[in-house]
Protein backbone atom coordinates (compact mmCIF):
# COMPACT_ATOMS: atom_id res chain seq x y z
CA UNK A 1 0.00 0.00 0.00
CA UNK A 2 1.38 3.40 -1.29
CA UNK A 3 1.99 5.73 1.81
CA UNK A 4 -0.37 9.13 1.52
CA UNK A 5 1.81 12.42 1.66
CA UNK A 6 2.37 13.43 5.06
CA UNK A 7 1.15 17.24 4.26
CA UNK A 8 -1.98 15.53 2.46
CA UNK A 9 -2.64 13.76 5.37
CA UNK A 10 -1.81 16.81 7.83
CA UNK A 11 -4.32 18.75 4.90
CA UNK A 12 -6.85 15.81 5.40
CA UNK A 13 -6.60 15.93 9.07
CA UNK A 14 -7.88 19.61 9.21
CA UNK A 15 -10.68 18.72 6.77
CA UNK A 16 -13.77 20.54 8.40
CA UNK A 17 -11.69 23.80 8.51
CA UNK A 18 -10.11 24.03 5.21
CA UNK A 19 -12.19 27.26 4.06
CA UNK A 20 -10.66 29.33 6.69
CA UNK A 21 -6.72 27.70 6.00
CA UNK A 22 -7.93 29.09 1.98
CA UNK A 23 -8.99 32.56 3.03
CA UNK A 24 -5.70 32.85 5.40
CA UNK A 25 -3.46 31.34 2.51
CA UNK A 26 -5.57 34.20 0.09
CA UNK A 27 -5.09 36.78 2.80
CA UNK A 28 -1.23 36.02 2.90
CA UNK A 29 -0.29 35.96 -1.13
CA UNK A 30 -2.39 39.08 -1.10
CA UNK A 31 -0.32 40.64 1.59
CA UNK A 32 2.75 39.85 0.19
CA UNK A 33 1.71 40.85 -3.32
CA UNK A 34 1.03 44.57 -1.38
CA UNK A 35 4.36 44.20 0.43
CA UNK A 36 5.92 44.25 -3.34
CA UNK A 37 4.40 48.30 -3.84
CA UNK A 38 7.49 49.56 -1.64
CA UNK A 39 9.76 48.10 -3.99
CA UNK A 40 7.78 49.51 -6.81
CA UNK A 41 7.38 52.99 -5.55
CA UNK A 42 10.98 53.19 -4.37
CA UNK A 43 12.47 52.20 -7.88
CA UNK A 44 10.21 55.13 -9.68
CA UNK A 45 11.01 57.30 -7.20
CA UNK A 46 15.14 56.32 -7.86
CA UNK A 47 14.42 56.90 -11.43
CA UNK A 48 12.51 60.61 -11.20
CA UNK A 49 15.33 61.95 -8.99
CA UNK A 50 17.63 60.79 -11.94
CA UNK A 51 15.91 62.11 -14.17
CA UNK A 52 15.10 65.42 -12.71
CA UNK A 53 11.49 65.43 -11.94
CA UNK A 54 10.82 68.22 -9.62
CA UNK A 55 6.92 67.72 -9.36
CA UNK A 56 6.20 66.80 -5.49
CA UNK A 57 2.55 65.14 -6.73
CA UNK A 58 4.85 62.34 -8.34
CA UNK A 59 6.46 62.35 -5.21
CA UNK A 60 3.85 62.13 -3.17
CA UNK A 61 1.81 59.69 -5.26
CA UNK A 62 4.54 57.13 -5.30
CA UNK A 63 5.53 57.74 -0.71
CA UNK A 64 1.38 57.17 -0.46
CA UNK A 65 1.09 54.01 -2.76
CA UNK A 66 4.54 52.51 -0.71
CA UNK A 67 2.66 53.22 2.62
CA UNK A 68 -1.13 52.29 1.32
CA UNK A 69 1.18 48.32 0.27
CA UNK A 70 3.20 47.80 4.09
CA UNK A 71 -0.31 49.28 5.73
CA UNK A 72 -2.04 46.65 3.43
CA UNK A 73 0.66 43.69 3.85
CA UNK A 74 0.71 44.40 7.71
CA UNK A 75 -3.01 44.44 7.84
CA UNK A 76 -3.76 41.25 5.67
CA UNK A 77 -0.29 39.24 6.84
CA UNK A 78 -2.16 39.97 10.86
CA UNK A 79 -5.39 39.04 9.27
CA UNK A 80 -3.98 35.51 7.72
CA UNK A 81 -2.57 34.65 10.82
CA UNK A 82 -5.63 35.17 13.02
CA UNK A 83 -7.86 32.75 10.39
CA UNK A 84 -4.80 29.91 10.46
CA UNK A 85 -4.07 30.48 13.93
CA UNK A 86 -8.56 30.31 15.03
CA UNK A 87 -8.48 27.12 12.39
CA UNK A 88 -5.38 25.40 13.40
CA UNK A 89 -6.27 25.46 17.04
CA UNK A 90 -9.69 24.34 16.59
CA UNK A 91 -7.95 21.56 14.68
CA UNK A 92 -5.54 20.44 17.30
CA UNK A 93 -8.59 19.83 19.42
CA UNK A 94 -10.41 17.94 17.07
CA UNK A 95 -7.60 15.80 16.62
CA UNK A 96 -6.93 14.78 20.29
CA UNK A 97 -10.86 14.63 20.86
CA UNK A 98 -10.69 12.06 18.00
CA UNK A 99 -7.68 10.39 19.58
CA UNK A 100 -9.26 10.42 22.86
CA UNK A 101 -13.01 8.62 21.00
CA UNK A 102 -10.40 6.24 19.43
CA UNK A 103 -8.15 5.16 22.50
CA UNK A 104 -11.31 2.99 23.93
CA UNK A 105 -11.98 1.33 20.82
CA UNK A 106 -8.69 -0.25 20.58
CA UNK A 107 -7.31 -2.87 22.19
CA UNK A 108 -7.67 -2.45 26.05
CA UNK A 109 -4.09 -4.50 25.73
CA UNK A 110 -2.60 -2.25 23.62
CA UNK A 111 -3.16 0.99 24.80
CA UNK A 112 -1.96 -0.38 29.05
CA UNK A 113 1.22 -1.80 26.82
CA UNK A 114 2.01 2.22 25.18
CA UNK A 115 4.30 3.54 27.68
CA UNK A 116 2.65 6.91 29.89
CA UNK A 117 5.60 8.89 28.21
CA UNK A 118 4.37 7.64 24.90
CA UNK A 119 1.22 8.62 24.85
CA UNK A 120 2.24 11.65 26.46
CA UNK A 121 4.45 12.51 23.34
CA UNK A 122 1.90 11.79 20.42
CA UNK A 123 -1.23 13.39 22.55
CA UNK A 124 0.28 16.13 23.86
CA UNK A 125 3.65 17.31 22.29
CA UNK A 126 3.31 15.81 18.50
CA UNK A 127 -0.47 17.05 18.18
CA UNK A 128 0.96 20.56 19.06
CA UNK A 129 3.77 20.53 17.06
CA UNK A 130 1.19 20.50 14.02
CA UNK A 131 0.52 24.27 14.68
CA UNK A 132 3.21 25.64 13.24
CA UNK A 133 3.01 23.52 9.74
CA UNK A 134 -0.95 24.38 9.84
CA UNK A 135 -0.80 28.24 11.11
CA UNK A 136 2.71 29.52 9.79
CA UNK A 137 3.56 27.22 7.22
CA UNK A 138 0.68 27.00 4.41
CA UNK A 139 -0.20 30.64 4.54
CA UNK A 140 3.35 31.98 5.24
CA UNK A 141 5.44 29.62 3.19
CA UNK A 142 2.93 30.34 0.12
CA UNK A 143 2.52 33.60 0.35
CA UNK A 144 6.46 34.04 0.78
CA UNK A 145 7.04 31.67 -2.43
CA UNK A 146 4.62 33.81 -4.53
CA UNK A 147 6.08 37.37 -4.14
CA UNK A 148 9.43 36.26 -4.95
CA UNK A 149 7.77 34.44 -8.01
CA UNK A 150 5.81 37.50 -8.58
CA UNK A 151 8.72 39.63 -8.86
CA UNK A 152 10.73 36.96 -11.18
CA UNK A 153 7.90 37.04 -13.76
CA UNK A 154 7.87 40.97 -14.28
CA UNK A 155 11.70 40.84 -13.73
CA UNK A 156 11.20 38.69 -17.16
CA UNK A 157 9.07 40.82 -18.69
CA UNK A 158 11.57 43.48 -18.40
CA UNK A 159 14.97 42.10 -18.97
CA UNK A 160 14.97 38.05 -19.00
CA UNK A 161 18.40 38.69 -18.24
CA UNK A 162 18.29 40.78 -15.52
CA UNK A 163 15.66 38.49 -14.12
CA UNK A 164 18.14 35.85 -14.36
CA UNK A 165 21.25 37.51 -13.03
CA UNK A 166 19.06 37.62 -9.77
CA UNK A 167 18.85 34.27 -9.47
CA UNK A 168 22.05 33.38 -9.46
CA UNK A 169 23.32 33.92 -5.51
CA UNK A 170 19.71 31.90 -4.55
CA UNK A 171 20.68 28.60 -5.95
CA UNK A 172 24.05 29.08 -4.31
CA UNK A 173 22.73 29.48 -0.63
CA UNK A 174 20.20 26.98 -1.67
CA UNK A 175 23.15 23.86 -2.00
CA UNK A 176 24.07 24.46 1.34
CA UNK A 177 20.53 24.25 2.71
CA UNK A 178 19.87 20.94 0.75
CA UNK A 179 23.05 19.48 2.56
CA UNK A 180 20.97 20.40 6.05
CA UNK A 181 17.82 18.85 4.41
CA UNK A 182 18.91 16.10 3.25
CA UNK A 183 18.43 14.06 6.44
CA UNK A 184 16.09 16.38 8.55
CA UNK A 185 13.32 13.77 8.14
CA UNK A 186 15.07 10.99 9.70
CA UNK A 187 17.31 13.32 12.41
CA UNK A 188 13.92 14.66 13.16
CA UNK A 189 12.66 11.22 14.04
CA UNK A 190 15.06 9.91 16.02
CA UNK A 191 14.97 13.18 18.11
CA UNK A 192 11.49 11.78 18.56
CA UNK A 193 12.42 8.79 19.92
CA UNK A 194 14.95 10.11 22.10
CA UNK A 195 12.61 12.40 23.55
CA UNK A 196 10.38 9.43 24.66
CA UNK A 197 12.76 7.56 26.09
CA UNK A 198 13.20 9.96 28.01
CA UNK A 199 9.94 11.11 28.65
CA UNK A 200 9.78 7.22 29.81
CA UNK A 201 12.22 7.86 31.86
CA UNK A 202 10.97 10.68 33.67
CA UNK A 203 7.46 9.07 34.33
CA UNK A 204 9.09 5.37 35.30
CA UNK A 205 11.27 7.72 37.96
CA UNK A 206 9.01 9.78 39.05
CA UNK A 207 6.37 6.83 39.12
CA UNK A 208 8.75 4.64 41.01
CA UNK A 209 10.62 6.82 43.75
CA UNK A 210 8.97 5.13 46.81
CA UNK A 211 10.44 2.13 45.40
CA UNK A 212 13.37 3.63 44.74
CA UNK A 213 14.47 5.07 48.04
CA UNK A 214 12.37 1.76 49.83
CA UNK A 215 15.38 -0.22 47.80
CA UNK A 216 18.18 2.23 48.38
CA UNK A 217 18.49 2.35 44.11
CA UNK A 218 18.72 6.71 44.06
CA UNK A 219 21.86 6.41 43.23
CA UNK A 220 21.23 3.50 39.83
CA UNK A 221 17.82 4.99 39.21
CA UNK A 222 19.31 8.49 39.14
CA UNK A 223 22.11 7.67 36.87
CA UNK A 224 19.35 6.13 34.49
CA UNK A 225 17.56 9.08 34.68
CA UNK A 226 20.14 11.27 33.86
CA UNK A 227 21.78 9.37 31.54
CA UNK A 228 18.39 9.48 29.47
CA UNK A 229 18.53 13.63 29.70
CA UNK A 230 21.89 13.58 29.04
CA UNK A 231 21.57 11.59 25.71
CA UNK A 232 18.50 13.97 24.89
CA UNK A 233 20.12 17.03 25.17
CA UNK A 234 23.84 15.54 23.45
CA UNK A 235 21.38 14.55 20.42
CA UNK A 236 19.85 17.40 19.99
CA UNK A 237 23.69 20.01 20.32
CA UNK A 238 25.13 17.31 17.67
CA UNK A 239 22.70 17.49 15.54
CA UNK A 240 22.00 21.44 15.39
CA UNK A 241 25.55 21.77 15.50
CA UNK A 242 25.91 19.66 11.97
CA UNK A 243 23.29 22.07 11.04
CA UNK A 244 25.03 25.43 12.11
CA UNK A 245 28.13 26.18 9.53
CA UNK A 246 25.56 24.52 6.25
CA UNK A 247 22.66 26.99 7.31
CA UNK A 248 25.12 30.05 7.94
CA UNK A 249 26.74 29.88 4.72
CA UNK A 250 23.19 29.69 3.32
CA UNK A 251 21.71 32.18 4.87
CA UNK A 252 24.82 34.85 4.31
CA UNK A 253 24.71 33.82 0.23
CA UNK A 254 21.21 33.41 -1.02
CA UNK A 255 20.33 37.45 -0.20
CA UNK A 256 24.12 38.60 -2.06
CA UNK A 257 21.62 39.14 -5.35
CA UNK A 258 23.83 42.24 -6.08
CA UNK A 259 27.15 40.32 -6.62
CA UNK A 260 25.41 39.71 -10.19
CA UNK A 261 22.77 42.42 -11.01
CA UNK A 262 25.01 45.68 -10.16
CA UNK A 263 28.25 44.71 -12.41
CA UNK A 264 26.85 42.64 -15.24
CA UNK A 265 23.73 44.99 -15.24
CA UNK A 266 26.19 47.95 -15.42
CA UNK A 267 27.81 46.47 -18.62
CA UNK A 268 24.67 46.07 -20.10
CA UNK A 269 23.85 49.83 -19.59
CA UNK A 270 27.04 51.05 -21.06
CA UNK A 271 26.94 48.87 -24.06
CA UNK A 272 23.32 50.63 -24.74
CA UNK A 273 21.49 47.35 -24.07
CA UNK A 274 19.73 48.09 -20.51
CA UNK A 275 17.57 50.86 -19.88
CA UNK A 276 18.54 53.14 -16.89
CA UNK A 277 14.85 52.85 -15.76
CA UNK A 278 15.13 49.19 -16.39
CA UNK A 279 18.63 48.96 -14.39
CA UNK A 280 17.24 50.94 -11.33
CA UNK A 281 14.19 48.61 -11.06
CA UNK A 282 15.89 45.17 -11.53
CA UNK A 283 17.96 46.57 -8.39
CA UNK A 284 15.70 47.61 -6.47
CA UNK A 285 13.25 44.48 -7.27
CA UNK A 286 15.65 41.69 -6.73
CA UNK A 287 15.74 43.30 -3.32
CA UNK A 288 12.77 41.43 -2.78
CA UNK A 289 13.78 38.18 -3.68
CA UNK A 290 15.84 36.57 -1.04
CA UNK A 291 14.35 37.66 1.73
CA UNK A 292 10.69 35.94 1.28
CA UNK A 293 12.44 33.04 -0.01
CA UNK A 294 14.49 32.69 3.36
CA UNK A 295 11.59 33.44 5.11
CA UNK A 296 10.02 30.58 3.22
CA UNK A 297 13.04 28.37 4.11
CA UNK A 298 12.39 28.92 7.66
CA UNK A 299 9.65 25.94 6.83
CA UNK A 300 11.74 23.92 4.98
CA UNK A 301 12.17 21.88 8.81
CA UNK A 302 8.53 22.38 9.37
CA UNK A 303 7.79 20.48 6.18
CA UNK A 304 10.64 17.34 7.18
CA UNK A 305 8.72 16.77 10.95
CA UNK A 306 5.63 16.63 8.93
CA UNK A 307 6.17 13.31 8.11
CA UNK A 308 7.25 12.22 11.89
CA UNK A 309 4.40 14.27 13.89
CA UNK A 310 1.72 12.52 11.51
CA UNK A 311 2.84 9.10 11.31
CA UNK A 312 3.18 9.38 15.31
CA UNK A 313 -0.67 10.69 15.52
CA UNK A 314 -1.48 8.16 12.78
CA UNK A 315 -0.58 5.15 14.72
CA UNK A 316 -3.39 5.95 17.09
CA UNK A 317 -6.10 7.40 14.64
CA UNK A 318 -5.32 4.50 12.21
CA UNK A 319 -4.85 1.91 14.80
CA UNK A 320 -6.73 -1.40 14.79
CA UNK A 321 -9.87 -1.26 16.53
CA UNK A 322 -12.04 -4.27 18.22
CA UNK A 323 -14.54 -5.71 16.15
CA UNK A 324 -17.17 -6.15 18.24
CA UNK A 325 -21.04 -6.30 17.73
CA UNK A 326 -23.17 -2.66 18.35
CA UNK A 327 -26.10 -4.67 19.99
CA UNK A 328 -26.68 -6.13 23.25
CA UNK A 329 -26.74 -9.39 23.43
CA UNK A 330 -29.00 -12.10 25.66
CA UNK A 331 -26.11 -14.07 27.99
CA UNK A 332 -27.39 -17.26 28.93
CA UNK A 333 -25.20 -17.96 31.87
CA UNK A 334 -21.32 -16.65 32.71
CA UNK A 335 -19.70 -19.97 31.67
CA UNK A 336 -16.73 -19.36 29.64
CA UNK A 337 -15.09 -21.45 26.54
CA UNK A 338 -11.74 -21.21 25.32
CA UNK A 339 -11.92 -23.20 22.16
CA UNK A 340 -8.36 -23.59 19.84
CA UNK A 341 -6.93 -19.70 20.87
CA UNK A 342 -3.67 -19.21 19.32
CA UNK A 343 -2.71 -15.84 19.53
CA UNK A 344 0.52 -13.58 19.86
CA UNK A 345 0.84 -9.28 20.90
CA UNK A 346 2.85 -9.14 17.58
CA UNK A 347 2.24 -10.88 14.08
CA UNK A 348 5.56 -12.54 14.07
CA UNK A 349 5.65 -13.79 17.44
CA UNK A 350 2.84 -15.71 18.92
CA UNK A 351 2.41 -16.91 22.75
CA UNK A 352 -0.49 -18.99 23.02
CA UNK A 353 -0.72 -22.10 21.06
CA UNK A 354 -4.14 -23.49 20.37
CA UNK A 355 -5.57 -23.53 24.10
CA UNK A 356 -8.85 -24.80 25.04
CA UNK A 357 -10.25 -24.76 28.37
CA UNK A 358 -13.98 -24.90 29.99
CA UNK A 359 -14.90 -22.40 32.48
CA UNK A 360 -18.44 -23.29 34.22
CA UNK A 361 -19.99 -20.39 35.11
CA UNK A 362 -20.32 -20.33 39.59
CA UNK A 363 -16.84 -22.18 40.06
CA UNK A 364 -13.38 -20.85 40.59
CA UNK A 365 -10.68 -22.24 38.16
CA UNK A 366 -7.28 -20.94 38.64
CA UNK A 367 -4.30 -20.74 36.24
CA UNK A 368 -0.39 -21.42 37.31
CA UNK A 369 2.61 -21.94 35.67
CA UNK A 370 6.30 -20.60 35.33
CA UNK A 371 6.18 -16.36 34.71
CA UNK A 372 5.75 -15.61 31.01
CA UNK A 373 3.89 -19.15 30.22
CA UNK A 374 0.73 -17.22 29.19
CA UNK A 375 -1.53 -16.85 31.93
CA UNK A 376 -2.49 -12.92 32.18
CA UNK A 377 -2.79 -13.07 28.73
CA UNK A 378 -5.56 -16.34 28.39
CA UNK A 379 -7.46 -13.96 31.49
CA UNK A 380 -6.82 -10.87 29.76
CA UNK A 381 -8.37 -12.51 26.41
CA UNK A 382 -11.19 -13.71 28.39
CA UNK A 383 -11.56 -10.04 30.17
CA UNK A 384 -11.68 -8.12 26.16
CA UNK A 385 -8.63 -6.84 26.30
CA UNK A 386 -7.70 -8.12 23.00
CA UNK A 387 -10.01 -10.02 20.22
CA UNK A 388 -8.64 -13.25 19.37
CA UNK A 389 -7.91 -14.16 15.20
CA UNK A 390 -7.39 -17.83 15.92
CA UNK A 391 -9.99 -19.82 17.87
CA UNK A 392 -12.87 -18.22 19.46
CA UNK A 393 -13.80 -17.42 22.84
CA UNK A 394 -17.47 -17.37 24.07
CA UNK A 395 -19.34 -16.08 27.07
CA UNK A 396 -22.88 -17.60 28.14
CA UNK A 397 -22.94 -19.20 24.18
CA UNK A 398 -21.83 -15.78 22.43
CA UNK A 399 -18.56 -15.15 20.79
CA UNK A 400 -16.82 -12.24 22.74
CA UNK A 401 -16.98 -10.49 19.16
CA UNK A 402 -21.15 -10.74 19.09
CA UNK A 403 -20.75 -8.59 22.72
CA UNK A 404 -20.68 -5.00 22.75
CA UNK A 405 -17.27 -3.85 24.53
CA UNK A 406 -19.03 -2.05 27.04
CA UNK A 407 -21.53 -5.03 27.56
CA UNK A 408 -18.64 -7.24 27.85
CA UNK A 409 -16.95 -5.25 30.20
CA UNK A 410 -19.66 -5.06 32.22
CA UNK A 411 -19.64 -8.87 32.85
CA UNK A 412 -16.21 -8.68 34.25
CA UNK A 413 -13.95 -7.20 37.03
CA UNK A 414 -10.48 -6.97 36.72
CA UNK A 415 -8.22 -7.00 40.09
CA UNK A 416 -4.54 -7.00 39.65
CA UNK A 417 -1.73 -6.35 41.74
CA UNK A 418 -0.97 -2.80 40.21
CA UNK A 419 -4.56 -1.55 40.24
CA UNK A 420 -4.67 2.09 39.02
CA UNK A 421 -6.33 5.02 41.40
CA UNK A 422 -7.28 8.51 40.19
CA UNK A 423 -6.37 11.61 41.79
CA UNK A 424 -9.87 12.28 43.08
CA UNK A 425 -11.27 11.29 46.52
CA UNK A 426 -11.19 7.88 47.98
CA UNK A 427 -15.09 7.74 47.29
CA UNK A 428 -14.90 8.95 44.21
CA UNK A 429 -11.93 6.22 43.09
CA UNK A 430 -14.64 3.70 44.64
CA UNK A 431 -17.18 5.07 42.94
CA UNK A 432 -16.03 4.27 39.45
CA UNK A 433 -17.15 0.57 39.67
CA UNK A 434 -20.62 1.98 39.72
CA UNK A 435 -20.80 5.72 38.75
CA UNK A 436 -24.82 6.19 39.80
CA UNK A 437 -23.45 4.81 43.42
CA UNK A 438 -24.73 6.98 46.43
CA UNK A 439 -22.87 7.42 49.18
CA UNK A 440 -24.43 4.92 51.11
CA UNK A 441 -23.55 2.32 48.84
CA UNK A 442 -20.41 3.15 48.46
CA UNK A 443 -19.53 3.32 51.91
CA UNK A 444 -21.44 0.11 52.55
CA UNK A 445 -18.93 -2.15 50.00
CA UNK A 446 -15.98 -0.08 51.55
CA UNK A 447 -16.55 -2.30 54.84
CA UNK A 448 -17.21 -5.38 53.26
CA UNK A 449 -13.76 -4.97 51.53
CA UNK A 450 -12.58 -3.97 55.15
CA UNK A 451 -11.23 -0.39 53.99
CA UNK A 452 -13.19 1.64 55.99
CA UNK A 453 -12.10 2.08 59.54
CA UNK A 454 -8.64 2.97 57.83
CA UNK A 455 -10.47 5.32 55.35
CA UNK A 456 -11.88 7.01 57.99
CA UNK A 457 -8.87 7.34 59.72
CA UNK A 458 -7.81 9.66 56.95
CA UNK A 459 -7.58 13.21 57.44
CA UNK A 460 -10.83 14.00 55.16
CA UNK A 461 -12.00 10.69 55.41
CA UNK A 462 -13.62 9.44 52.40
CA UNK A 463 -13.17 12.81 50.92
CA UNK A 464 -9.26 12.38 50.89
CA UNK A 465 -7.60 13.09 47.24
CA UNK A 466 -5.31 10.02 47.19
CA UNK A 467 -3.12 11.36 44.42
CA UNK A 468 -1.84 10.31 40.84
CA UNK A 469 -1.62 6.33 41.31
CA UNK A 470 -3.17 6.65 44.78
CA UNK A 471 0.82 8.04 45.97
CA UNK A 472 -0.62 9.30 48.84
CA UNK A 473 -1.40 5.72 50.10
CA UNK A 474 -0.24 2.28 51.00
CA UNK A 475 0.19 -0.79 49.15
CA UNK A 476 -2.00 -2.37 50.93
CA UNK A 477 -4.51 0.93 51.31
CA UNK A 478 -4.93 1.07 47.32
CA UNK A 479 -5.55 -2.55 46.84
CA UNK A 480 -8.51 -2.74 49.23
CA UNK A 481 -9.79 0.72 47.87
CA UNK A 482 -9.81 -1.70 44.32
CA UNK A 483 -11.42 -4.40 45.52
CA UNK A 484 -13.90 -2.50 46.84
CA UNK A 485 -14.34 -0.95 43.66
CA UNK A 486 -15.00 -4.84 42.10
CA UNK A 487 -17.57 -4.92 44.47
CA UNK A 488 -19.23 -2.27 43.66
CA UNK A 489 -19.11 -3.28 40.38
CA UNK A 490 -20.94 -6.47 40.79
CA UNK A 491 -19.39 -8.16 37.79
CA UNK A 492 -20.82 -11.97 37.36
CA UNK A 493 -17.10 -12.66 36.43
CA UNK A 494 -14.43 -11.43 38.44
CA UNK A 495 -10.30 -11.92 37.24
CA UNK A 496 -7.60 -11.90 40.01
CA UNK A 497 -4.32 -11.32 38.47
CA UNK A 498 -1.44 -11.69 41.62
CA UNK A 499 -3.88 -9.78 43.40
CA UNK A 500 -1.66 -10.30 46.71
CA UNK A 501 1.19 -11.19 45.17
CA UNK A 502 3.34 -7.90 46.62
CA UNK A 503 0.99 -7.43 50.03
CA UNK A 504 2.81 -7.75 53.40
CA UNK A 505 0.71 -10.53 55.32
CA UNK A 506 -1.19 -8.28 57.80
CA UNK A 507 -2.71 -6.72 54.69
CA UNK A 508 -2.80 -9.85 53.03
CA UNK A 509 -5.50 -11.35 55.53
CA UNK A 510 -7.14 -8.79 55.05
CA UNK A 511 -7.34 -8.90 51.65
CA UNK A 512 -8.00 -12.55 51.53
CA UNK A 513 -11.45 -11.80 53.30
CA UNK A 514 -12.47 -8.91 51.21
CA UNK A 515 -11.42 -11.19 47.79
CA UNK A 516 -13.79 -13.69 49.56
CA UNK A 517 -16.74 -11.33 49.90
CA UNK A 518 -16.07 -10.00 46.18
CA UNK A 519 -15.70 -13.68 44.66
CA UNK A 520 -19.29 -14.97 45.93
CA UNK A 521 -21.75 -16.74 44.29
CA UNK A 522 -19.36 -15.27 41.34
CA UNK A 523 -17.55 -16.97 38.08
CA UNK A 524 -13.81 -16.64 39.39
CA UNK A 525 -10.46 -16.96 37.33
CA UNK A 526 -7.51 -16.54 39.37
CA UNK A 527 -3.83 -16.47 38.78
CA UNK A 528 -1.73 -16.94 41.24
CA UNK A 529 1.94 -17.71 42.27
CA UNK A 530 0.90 -18.75 45.87
CA UNK A 531 -0.64 -22.06 45.06
CA UNK A 532 -1.58 -22.57 48.72
CA UNK A 533 -4.10 -19.68 47.94
CA UNK A 534 -6.11 -21.75 45.09
CA UNK A 535 -5.98 -25.56 46.64
CA UNK A 536 -9.68 -25.40 46.93
CA UNK A 537 -10.15 -24.14 43.28
CA UNK A 538 -12.78 -25.87 41.35
CA UNK A 539 -9.78 -26.77 39.17
CA UNK A 540 -6.58 -25.70 37.82
CA UNK A 541 -5.23 -25.05 34.55
CA UNK A 542 -1.41 -25.37 34.22
CA UNK A 543 -0.02 -23.23 31.32
CA UNK A 544 3.56 -23.65 30.36
CA UNK A 545 4.80 -21.95 27.03
CA UNK A 546 1.51 -21.18 26.04
CA UNK A 547 -0.07 -24.20 26.07
CA UNK A 548 -2.09 -26.05 28.66
CA UNK A 549 -0.23 -28.67 30.42
CA UNK A 550 -2.98 -29.99 32.42
CA UNK A 551 -5.60 -29.53 34.54
CA UNK A 552 -7.58 -30.70 37.50
CA UNK A 553 -7.76 -29.84 41.12
CA UNK A 554 -5.48 -29.43 43.32
CA UNK A 555 -5.43 -33.34 44.95
CA UNK A 556 -5.74 -34.10 41.06
CA UNK A 557 -2.57 -32.80 39.80
CA UNK A 558 -0.56 -33.60 42.76
CA UNK A 559 -0.87 -37.43 41.48
CA UNK A 560 -1.08 -37.01 38.03
CA UNK A 561 1.01 -33.62 36.82
CA UNK A 562 5.10 -33.87 37.18
CA UNK A 563 5.36 -29.96 36.82
CA UNK A 564 2.65 -29.34 39.35
CA UNK A 565 4.41 -31.00 41.68
CA UNK A 566 7.41 -29.33 40.95
CA UNK A 567 5.95 -26.32 41.66
CA UNK A 568 3.99 -27.68 45.14
CA UNK A 569 7.06 -28.70 46.00
CA UNK A 570 9.05 -25.23 45.07
CA UNK A 571 6.14 -23.29 46.98
CA UNK A 572 6.01 -25.46 50.49
CA UNK A 573 9.55 -25.32 50.56
CA UNK A 574 9.49 -21.44 50.27
CA UNK A 575 7.15 -21.13 52.90
CA UNK A 576 9.08 -23.43 54.99
CA UNK A 577 11.83 -20.94 54.20
CA UNK A 578 9.92 -18.01 55.41
CA UNK A 579 9.17 -19.64 58.42
CA UNK A 580 12.30 -20.57 59.57
Same mark, same amino acid.
Given at each position: ?19 S???A????A ?39 GF??R??L????L ?5 A ?20 L????D???G ?12 M?R ?9 T ?14 V ?12 IP???VFM ?6 YG???E????V????N???V??I ?18 F ?15 K ?9 RA????T? +??I *??? @? ?5 ? %? #?? $? ?10 S????G ?7 F ?8 T ?5 D ?6 E????NQ??KLR?A ?7 SF????D ?6 V ?7 T???F?G??G????? +?A? *?I? @????V?? %? #?? $??G?C????I???Q??D ?5 S ?6 D ?13 A ?6 A ?8 S ?9 D ?6 GA ?9 I ?11 I???D??T ?6 N ?6 A??R?VEG????V ?6 T?TDA ?12 G ?12 L ?6 A????K????A
Amino acid at each position: MQKQNPMLRLWELGNDYHGSLIRAILSAAVGVLCGMLPYFAAAQIIIGLLGGNTDPQFYILWCGTALVGFLLRAILYSLALSMSHKATFSILKSIRERILVKLPKMPLGTVMDTSSGQMKQIIVDQVESMERPLAHLLPEMTANILGPVSILIYLFVLDWRMALLSLVSIPVGMVFMMAVMKNYGKQYEGSVKVTQAMNSTIVEYIGGIEVIKAFNQGKNSYAKFSERIKANASYFYHWMKSCQMPISISRALAPTTM +ITI *LPV @GWLLYQG %G #SL $TVETFITAIILSLGIAGPLLAAMDFVDSLAKVGTIVEGVDSILNGEEQDHGNQPVKLRSADIQVDHVSFGYHEDKEILHDVSLSIPEGTMTAFVGPSGSGKST +IAK *LIG @GFWDVKQ %G #SI $TLGGCDLKEIPLPQLYDQVAFVSQDNYLFDETVRENIRMGKPGATDREVEAVAKAAGCDSFIRNLENGYDTVVGGGGAHLSGGERQRIAIARAMLKDAPIVILDEATAYIDPENEAVIQQAVARLVEGKTVIVIAHRLSTITDADQIYIVADGRIAGSGTHKELLKQSKLYQEMWKAHIGAKDGDAA
